[in-house]
Structure formats: structure tokens, C-alpha cells
């Protein structure tokens, strides 16, 4: 039996996987509610009511894992789920007396429930040493270890704003993580490894000149290869992207650096993007204790003293920078300048500062 | 044959938060390769380093995307992740399932691969994670015989992804549910078959708060939002303030200072043309406030993460357009920027870099767009303006 698969089919229709509540009442939603961390209800223009509860999922499931939320999902829930852009997973109830059952069975077995309103949001992340060829650091890992510190966070819901944490393992950015209130983000700190052979072999010369944003590569047409020069690189990797040739993976160089203050929300203030406030911690499998920590520290501080409503940039806009780095106890070093093609406008013209 | 000890990897298995080893772990028992797979990801725990090596190029037929090849640089000690390629799998609008639906892709996905996902990859597809070069094609057959196909990779339009919408959101100003499926399927061709420069992101929120951070992950980014003045429910207004909320405080952190509480009347007062829609004050008093009437959407562009010339949130190239299916006007607009970029793009030149190359007024021209202030945070400063020939008297 040989039947050509048909192409084109696109995804199943949205329509066909919405819960009864929901067609019902599509586009008829009149207010929502924070019931208590993790539980949301909404209610219809004509009285019905909604209840989400969202779990928070490692964002690598197995099928195992999926197959059990679609067991719960029936139990509790008509049959359907949802997941989130932020890998949680929720669980759609119209009946708010299972409300608790449900999440003591789904806490029982340590998927935790939280995330809503001004919480913690579960982290997003890439693949990391998982599965992606350019990690400068693992993503799961890291995510893992940041989360089991935090995790009383995610369960509250008394933070001064929502805090999105975000993690990319390269430049790439996968997870464009270059908004968050505050991003993880893997680095490379040194040069590509030229292999000739594989260049010569694998690689379009004249595209690998034109990948690199500084003009650092130029061709080496003696060995069929190129050169790269070394004061001009900043190990973005975009060469190593279109030519495995140029390794970029430095295991004793590469590690987190990690900006703050970012957000995409229009709310108050509009989208912004985060800054660098630590430009290098080493990579630490397996627990990455120096990044769960500075990242604690980070968080602590905020929750500390921003002002009820504040987003993390919101309130460093509020204080200044300079307060920040004090505050923070992290020193400002040239790294944090930016000297790349947009760096001018970061540059203050003004006698206005603090001490 | 003795397990391999993997002494990193167990410090991850402890800890409140669910362990993604221990997810690994579940297939592990019937899969051998994700036991590979576990013991490659020790090595790079060990190593500090990645142990995969660039895709080549490996797909299914009729399609040059959804796959994405990757081979392990230690093939001979893993055989079993020797080839472990992902496949993208379209997700329902707004990531609903029935159970029915997700049992479907649950077995198919344990039949032919490491039963390994992410049920929200970066781009919004669900990741069907580790296969080899031989499974790829029976397993997508059987995807398609169950309905479902596959999304966007390489220089493609990627798969588009939406907000939960009116499906379960009170602000949502227009479908971003069925807008999105609807461009799913009106460019199938786009997103199966890559012709780009480079690739194409397409995320929809439905309101200002832009819940799919969508100003931040796509090149067009649209996000809804209303043009006439926020409905008031003073019963409601009343009904907050009863229950103690701190109204005043609340409106306070209005960014235009257009909103304000009448404490004697218990009335909230907006002045709606200096409202700037920004939704705090919706967001925090929704049973009071609501979005207006007149709803439709802020179509931005250029939005990319920093490869290679800097991350650019995308930048406002209609202020307000309305949103309702057949969608022509927003089709027609977007099928003009892919030909202008296409046309002008260098290899891996994302459409927000092409106009910062050209110019944005190049672009609204070529592209048949009208300048208009809330394009622009300031205008310009410097006095290099150009003219175009026609605006200038020709002396020859
Ligand atoms: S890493 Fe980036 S800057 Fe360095 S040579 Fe490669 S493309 Fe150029
Ligand atoms: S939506 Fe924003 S700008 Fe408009 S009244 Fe409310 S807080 Fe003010």
C-alpha cells in the first residue's frame, strides 16, 4: 500500500479543539478575575464561567507526560487543554469544585501550578546542549536550576509586576529572549576555529564573507578557506551559522551574560528592549550556582523595592541606571558601553545623574 | 548491557520544579535512542559543550522545510542519535487541543521517533524532537492522514502563531484565532517551500498587552487595538471601590495622566484623545473598564532578535487597520512588502534590515504607503532630507 500523503493540509482547524464553554461564548468574554495563583476565571456576557488553571511544564515533555494531561484533561475538563507560548499547560474547568481536586492531583506528582498575574512566569527557553548545534551554554539546565531557586515565585502572585525570565543559549536567539524583565543569555567570547579542510569543503566562500556584520572575514584563496581578523570579530557565530567550518564553541571562553529590564507589553510604558547588567559568569554544569544566584540576587532586589506596578526596567527608569549598578552591588565595566553601529544614541548628553 | 551512570545529569532530577531529565527518562526505558540521547547530553555536561553537528539537508517529499537535519559529532559511541532530527509540527490556532487530537499526535510520534517534544518550540510549532533520516517521510504520512502537517524552517515564512484571543480574553480586538489560520493556510506555498532571502515571522496578540510578545519575535507584527473611547461601566466603578480597591492609585501610573477617579461620585473620568490605549488601566480594573467599539489592529514590521545588525522591535507601518475575514486589505499589504523584499533583499537580509539599508521612506513608497506621524518617535533631526526628482526643479 503505497498512499501519497497529502501536502498543504495546514493545521488542524482551532475550531474543531475548543471546549463546548468556549464556542459557546467565542468573542462574548466580559471580565476576568484572579482567583489565586495559578486560577484564573472568566466570565461570559451571558454569565458562564471559565476557570484556567496553568501548570507549569519543563517545555521538553515526553509523550509519557502528554498522554496523563489528556487523561486529567478528561477527568476534569470535557476533554480539553491548551498550552501556552510560555510552555505551561492549562487546563480549561467549567466546574469550580474540582478546581482543587485537579490541582492536587497534578501537585502530587511535582508539576507545580502558579504563574498567573503579578507572579513569576514559567521560564521560556532554547534547546541548549538538548539538541542545537551553536549553544554557547545549556538551556534546560540552567532553566532547571533557576526555577527550583525561584520556584516559590512562580506560586505567588504578590510581585510588584509580572516577572518574565527568559533564557537563549546563543546570539541567535532563538527564543528572542531580548525583551524580558530579565534574559539568560549564552555567549561566545573568542574567535572561530578555522578548518580549512571543512571550509574548503563544506563552505560558499563568498557567503561566508558576506555573513560576518563586521567584515572581519576575508577569503584565504591559497587553502580555498579564509581568514578572520581578530581584532575585528565579536563572536556572534553568524559565520559558524553558514559554514561549520568555523567553529565557534570555546568550552573554557563560553558562558551567561545576562541583560534586564526589557518587555514587550504596551502597558504603562511600551516595549523595550533589556540591558547587560553581568557580561560574563562561566558555564557550571550542572547546577550553575553563580548564575542561579546572581539572577536571585537580581530578583530580590526588584521585589524589594520597585513600586507596586513596576516592571523590572520600569523601576530601573525610575531610580537610573547608576542606582541600579549601586543597588545591585555590580560593577559597571566597559563591557556594559556598546560600541556596535547603533551605540551612539546609549551615550548621555546630560548633566542629570545621580551619586 | 549496564546503564551508563550519568552522576550530572541526577543533580538535575532534584529540585521542586518538574526535571526535564526525568522526562528523558520516561522514554528512555522503550527508546534507545533517548538513552543515547541522555548519555550525549552527559558528555556535554562533562565536556561543557555542544555535541551536535550543523543539518544537512534532509526533508520530506514536496516540502523544503518543517525538518531540521541534526547529526551528532559523537555518531559511533551514540549510535542511536547518530541522525536525530526534529520535525515542526503546525499547531492548532491558539495551542487548543482536544484530548483526541493530542492522543493522535502523542502515537504517531511514539511510533517513529524518541517520543521527545516541546509543545511550544520557539516559533510556536510543536517540536517533535529526534528521528532518523528513515522515519521522517511514514512519519509524516501519518501526520497528514491524521490531519495534521507541518510548519516553516529555513528561508520560509514561519509558521504564524496568535494570542488566545476571543477564545478566552475579554480585551481581544479582533479574531487573532482565525486571522492566523487563515494566513496558514491562504500561504501554504510560502511556509512549506522556502524562496526567501531569509526567513519570514508572523505573530497576531489581539490587544496592546501583545501576550505573544509579538512586537519583539516577528517581522510583522500585529496587534490589536481600538480607535474610539474606552467603555466605562461606573456601576462596576462603584462596586471596586466598595471592595477597598485602591482606584486612585491605580490611575495614577496612567502614562498620559487622562484618566481620573472622582472620589465623592465614585466615577471614573477619561479623557479619551489623550488616551494613548496602553491598556493599564483596563488591565487592572477589567470588570470597569473595557476596550472601545471600533476595533482592528497596528500593523508593525522589522521586528528580528540581533543576528546580524542589532534586534529591531518592529516599527508602526499602519497605525490602524480593520481585521475581518476575507483579511484582503492585510494581504494585499503584506503580499506587496514579500515582492519589494525579495526583489531587494541580500541573502539572510531580514525585511527590517533591508530598510534600514534603503531607507524607510524608499519603502513606504515602493511599497505605496502613506507617511504618517505615529510612524515615528521623533522626526528628524539632521538636515540631509532627501527629495525625490520630481519634488525639485530640474535644471539641465
Ligand atoms: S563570529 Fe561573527 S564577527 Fe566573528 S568572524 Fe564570525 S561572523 Fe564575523
Ligand atoms: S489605556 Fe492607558 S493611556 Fe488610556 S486611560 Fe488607560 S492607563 Fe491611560
Request: proline share 6%.
Amino acid at each position: 500500500m503505497t498512499n501519497v500523503a497529502k501536502t498543504d493540509i495546514g493545521p488542524p482547524l482551532y475550531k474543531d479543539q475548543l471546549p463546548e464553554i468556549i464556542k459557546n461564548n467565542y468573542g462574548q468574554w466580559k471580565y476576568h478575575e484572579h482567583v489565586k495563583p495559578g486560577v484564573l476565571k472568566h466570565v461570559a456576557e451571558n454569565g458562564d464561567e471559565l476557570y484556567t488553571v496553568r501548570v507549569g511544564s519543563p517545555r521538553l515533555l515526553s509523550v509519557e507526560t502528554l498522554r496523563w494531561f489528556a487523561d486529567l484533561a478528561d477527568k476534569y475538563c470535557d476533554g480539553h487543554l491548551r498550552f501556552t507560548s510560555r510552555h505551561n499547560v492549562e487546563f480549561l474547568l467549567t466546574d469550580a469544585s474540582k478546581i482543587d481536586a485537579l490541582i492536587e492531583e497534578v501537585e502530587a506528582e511535582g508539576w507545580p501550578v502558579g504563574g498567573t498575574g503579578n507572579s513569576l512566569k514559567n521560564l521560556i527557553h532554547t534547546q541548549g546542549w538538548i539538541h542545537c548545534h551553536s549553544a554557547a551554554i545549556d538551556a534546560s539546565g540552567i532553566v532547571k536550576s533557576v526555577m527550583d531557586d525561584l520556584y516559590d515565585y512562580f506560586k505567588k502572585d504578590d510581585l510588584p509586576a509580572k516577572l518574565k525570565i527568559s533564557l537563549a543559549c546563543c546570539l541567535n536567539m532563538c527564543g528572542a529572549v531580548h525583551c524580558s524583565d530579565i534574559a539568560i543569555l549564552g555567549i561566545h567570547r573568542t574567535v572561530p576555529k578555522i578548518n580549512d579542510e571543512e571550509v574548503s569543503k563544506a563552505c560558499e566562500i563568498p557567503n561566508v564573507v558576506a555573513s560576518c556584520p563586521t567584515g572581519a572575514i576575508r577569503p584565504n584563496p591559497k587553502k580555498k578557506s579564509v581568514t578572520i581578523n581578530e581584532e575585528k570579530c565579536m563572536y556572534c557565530g553568524n559565520c559558524f551559522t553558514v559554514c561549520p567550518g568555523l567553529k565557534i564553541m570555546d568550552p573554557d571562553n563560553d558562558g551567561v551574560a545576562i541583560f534586564v529590564g526589557g518587555k514587550t507589553s504596551n502597558a504603562r510604558s511600551g516595549p523595550r528592549f533589556s540591558r547587560l547588567a553581568i557580561p560574563f559568569i562561566p558555564n557550571e554544569p550542572p547546577r550553575w550556582d553563580s548564575t542561579v544566584k546572581a539572577i536571585r540576587n537580581l530578583v530580590e532586589l526588584w521585589v524589594e523595592n520597585a513600586r507596586p506596578g513596576e516592571r523590572y526596567g520600569e523601576w530601573i527608569e525610575r531610580i537610573g541606571w547608576e542606582k541600579f549598578f549601586d543597588m545591585a552591588g555590580l560593577p559597571f565595566t566597559d563591557k556594559h558601553i556598546d560600541d556596535f553601529i547603533f551605540s551612539v544614541p546609549t551615550f548621555r548628553s546630560t548633566t542629570q545623574f545621580k551619586y | 548491557m549496564a546503564k551508563k551512570k550519568r552522576p550530572l545529569l541526577d543533580q538535575l532530577k532534584e529540585g521542586k520544579y518538574p526535571s526535564f531529565v526525568k522526562e528523558m527518562e520516561k522514554m528512555a526505558e522503550k527508546k534507545p535512542a533517548v538513552e543515547d540521547h541522555l548519555n550525549l547530553l552527559e558528555r556535554s555536561y562533562e565536556d561543557k559543550t555542544v555535541h551536535w553537528k550543523h543539518g544537512g539537508i534532509v526533508g520530506v517529499r514536496g516540502y523544503g522545510g518543517g525538518v531540521i537535519g541534526r547529526y551528532s559529532d559523537l555518531g559511533d559511541e551514540f549510535p542511536n542519535v547518530k541522525e536525530f532530527h526534529t520535525m515542526r509540527v503546525n499547531q492548532p490556532s491558539g495551542w487548543f487541543y482536544s484530548t483526541e487530537t493530542l492522543r493522535k499526535l502523542c502515537d504517531i510520534w511514539e511510533k517513529h521517533g524518541s517520543g521527545i517534544t516541546n509543545m511550544h518550540g520557539a516559533t510556536g510549532d510543536a517540536i517533535l524532537l529526534g528521528t532518523t533520516t528513515e522515519h521522517l517521510q511514514p512519519c509524516f504520512d501519518d501526520l497528514s492522514a491524521n490531519g495534521f502537517d507541518l510548519g516553516g524552517s529555513g528561508s520560509d515564512l514561519r509558521t504564524p502563531s496568535a494570542c488566545v484571543g476571543p477564545a478566552r480574553c475579554e480585551h481581544a480586538c479582533f479574531d487573532s484565532l482565525d486571522l492566523c489560520n487563515h494566513l496558514t493556510q491562504e500561504y501554504q506555498d510560502e511556509l512549506h517551500r522556502p524562496m526567501w532571502p531569509y526567513k519570514f515571522k508572523i505573530k497576531i496578540s489581539a490587544c496592546p498587552n501583545d501576550c505573544v510578545s509579538s512586537i519583539a519575535r516577528a517581522d510583522m507584527s500585529i496587534i490589536g487595538t481600538w480607535r474610539d473611547e474606552i467603555r466605562v461601566d461606573q456601576d462596576m466603578v462603584k462596586e471596586y471601590a466598595n471592595n477597598g480597591k485602591d482606584i486612585e492609585g491605580i490611575l495614577a501610573s496612567c502614562p498620559t495622566d487622562c484618566i481620573s477617579y472622582d472620589t465623592e461620585k465614585k466615577e471614573i473620568n477619561i479623557d479619551n484623545e489623550n488616551c494613548v490605549r496602553c491598556m493599564h488601566c483596563i488591565n487592572k480594573l477589567p470588570k470597569a473598564l473595557r476596550v472601545g467599539k471600533e476595533k482592528g489592529a497596528t500593523i508593525l514590521l522589522g521586528g528580528k532578535a540581533p543576528i546580524v545588525q542589532s534586534a529591531f522591535l518592529s516599527w508602526v507601518i499602519v497605525p490602524f487597520m480593520k481585521l475581518e475575514s476575507p483579511y484582503d486589505e492585510l494581504k494585499d499589504l503584506l503580499e506587496r512588502i514579500w515582492d519589494w523584499w525579495d526583489e531587494h533583499a541580500k541573502v539572510r537580509e531580514r525585511v527590517g534590515e533591508l530598510i534600514y539599508r534603503k531607507g524607510m521612506r524608499v519603502f513606504l513608497k515602493e511599497v505605496g504607503l502613506e507617511p504618517d506621524a505615529r510612524m515615528v518617535k521623533y522626526p528628524r533631526a539632521n538636515p540631509y532630507i532627501f527629495w525625490w526628482p520630481e519634488e525639485v526643479q530640474q535644471n539641465d
